[in-house]
């Protein structure tokens, strides 16, 4: 200790050279120096609280700094202020000035202040220790501080030069709505190449309800509309959103009224937008011989009146190109999710219901998948019960097919020979028993756990969760499987990602979600894990151990983005 030694020598020449008698030979005297050394072991202040002897007094401080500079503080031992403080007794008897006389003292700021000084000079990581420290009983404080700790995470995140953690931060910025951090995700849209960062972007801009990216993003629109379907119809629907949506119908009808024919993706983005001045023209882009001009049509479908959609639809169902059947089945799914309980018949047409039923069998695998989706949304949005058979004019009910509205008799595709048409089926069943009783819902999910196919096995357990879920309307749950937790137990440990993502939320077992949120192989799985962990505990349960994992996590990294999502989601 590098005070002792210059102490000990002061000592020794008062015994040799002063009188025994000499007040400063009296073993009774101490005094008590506060020491202030800042990061680099230089002391910055010496308060001496008095011995009653001037010259010992002195002799303390003068020790102290012909010792100085002392060792760098650890960060451990740092207050608020960045320095180390230090309580130190100098006594003339034996005790002398070991480190047994000495003893740190901890200068606390206000908690949101300390935290954002830590904050802005891009130490959270001891922001995150500061907090841990906070005694919980100062509630909102506590809360408030962690709040702006796990925004700046995100920030941080947001500045990576991993592309994937990037994401992950934008995504979690829009799905937990974090309006501080749209600045720098409104940069993202002008300023990065990554499609994918650029699609998480746009939604989140959305989501947070950036208006002041409007103009930016309409002009870029106007680019990718002829190029780029994936991203146009994205920001599509995000000026939709934020209130633009007269300035993107005049863009569709140019782009649909050109000289040189329709934009096959802007008759894509009229199924989210209708443009009624171009419904005339759709049935004769319909005759076309481009199946991507065709399926735009189907796609458009969602959008215009009744009597344009029907008669559109019951020609686009029977296409001879598979991708234009797919768009309009899809179409007649999103028209029924828009339909708000009236009957499937009118808004769809009751031959293309028909329809829908036999594209259940076609060759084509995404047809099928996608028939499935469409009879599950007309089942699952019609007024419940089988809809009488039409009245024709001589008044009498003429005999025909009664579309299944029942969801017991919805059909059994679990021996489809492709997955993702048992994918699908397993969706279909999760939505209809959430609506309506349906008898042996659970028998038809449980044996596709152990399907051969990974999608398969996680889409059965979507639905099992759904089903142990509800009630929903005075519907009741089902009952688990008497093998359930040995079915959870190898799930949790199923080789495929999205397996183990799916069950989670069936999990129960806060000792088996902390595991997998530390351990699981995949990011994904980390996250949700540790979201369900403290969506369970709740936020004032979790605080610690969100702190204690962003502490031990490296900066920028996607561990800390996924504390920042659990965060923010919990209650």
């Known amino acids: 200790m590098q005070l002792q030694p210059g102490w000990t020598q002061f000592l020794e020449d008062c015994r040799l050279r002063l009188p025994a008698t000499h007040p400063l030979n009296v073993m009774t005297l101490e005094t008590t120096a506060d020491i202030s050394v800042d990061a680099e072991g230089r002391v910055v202040d ?4 008095g011995s009653g002897h001037p010259d010992f007094d002195r002799a303390v401080k003068q020790v102290v700094t012909d010792a100085a500079p002392l060792p760098k503080p650890p960060i451990a031992l740092w207050s608020d202020d960045n320095r180390a403080h230090l309580r130190w007794l100098f006594a003339r008897d034996r005790r002398q000035a070991g480190p047994a006389t000495a003893q740190v003292v901890e200068y606390l700021w206000p908690l949101r202040d300390a935290v954002a000084k830590l904050v802005v000079a891009g130490d959270l990581t001891r922001a995150a220790k500061r907090i841990k420290r906070e005694p919980v009983g100062v509630g909102a404080d506590r809360d408030k501080a962690t709040t702006d700790l796990m925004v700046a995470g995100l920030r941080e995140a947001l500045a990576s030069n991993d592309g ?10 829009g799905e937990a709505l974090v309006a501080p951090l749209v600045e720098e995700v409104d940069q993202l849209l002008v300023s990065t190449s990554d ?3 650029r699609l998480a972007a746009i939604a989140t801009t959305a989501a947070i309800g950036e208006h002041g990216v409007v103009h930016g993003m309409f002009q870029q629109l106007k680019t990718d509309i002829k190029t780029d379907r994936k991203v146009a119809l994205a920001e ?8 633009a949506s007269g300035e ?25 937008l209708a443009v009624p001045a171009v419904n005339a023209q759709l049935a004769a882009w319909q005759r076309g011989n481009d199946p991507r001009i065709r399926a735009g049509v189907c796609a458009a479908t969602i959008q215009v009146p009744v009597g344009v959609a029907t008669s559109l639809l019951a020609k686009g169902l029977r296409d001879r190109d598979a991708s234009v059947r797919a768009a309009c089945l899809d179409a007649v799914t999103e028209r029924m999710e828009l339909a708000k309980d009236q009957a499937a018949d009118t808004f769809v047409g009751s031959g293309s219901i028909d329809r829908v039923i036999e594209l259940v069998k076609d060759r084509d695998v995404l047809v099928r998948a996608a028939a499935i989706k469409a009879l599950a949304a007309v089942q699952a949005e019609s007024p419940y019960g089988d809809p009488a058979p039409p009245l024709h004019g001589d008044g009498k009910k003429t005999p025909r097919k009664v579309h299944i509205f029942d969801p017991a008799a919805f059909p059994d595709l679990s021996a489809d020979n492709a997955a993702e048409v048992r994918v699908a089926y397993m969706r279909a069943i999760t939505q209809l028993s959430l609506l309506r009783p349906m008898e042996g819902g659970r028998a038809r999910v449980v044996p596709l756990l152990d ?12 639905a099992l969760v759904a089903l142990l879920r509800r009630p929903v309307d005075k519907i009741e749950a089902d009952p688990p499987p008497d093998d359930f937790d040995r079915r959870i137990a190898r799930a949790t440990k199923d080789s495929a990602a999205t397996v183990r993502l799916a069950v989670i939320e069936a999990i129960t077992d806060d000792v088996i979600l902390i595991r997998m949120a530390g351990g699981d192989d995949d990011g994904e799985v ?4 540790l979201v369900r962990t403290v969506g369970r505990s709740g936020r004032a349960q979790s605080t610690d151990l969100l702190l204690g994992r962003f502490a031990a996590a490296s900066p920028g ?4 983005v996924r504390d920042a999502l659990a965060w923010h989601l919990a209650k």
């Open 526 to 529: 980390r996250t949700r894990a």
């Open 248 to 272: 993107v119908a005049t863009l569709l009808r140019d782009e649909l009224t050109a000289p040189k024919g329709p934009n096959p993706i802007a008759l894509h983005a009229l199924g989210r």
């Open 164 to 173: 994937a953690v990037r994401r992950a931060a934008v995504e979690v910025i």
């Open 451 to 462: 399907d051969r196919d990974a999608d398969v096995r996680a889409a059965a357990w979507d």
């Open 236 to 243: 599509v629907d995000a000026l939709i959103r934020l209130d």
């Open 557 to 560: 990294s996607a561990e800390r």
């Open 46 to 49: 010496i308060s001496i609280s």
């Open 195 to 197: 499609v994918e960062l």
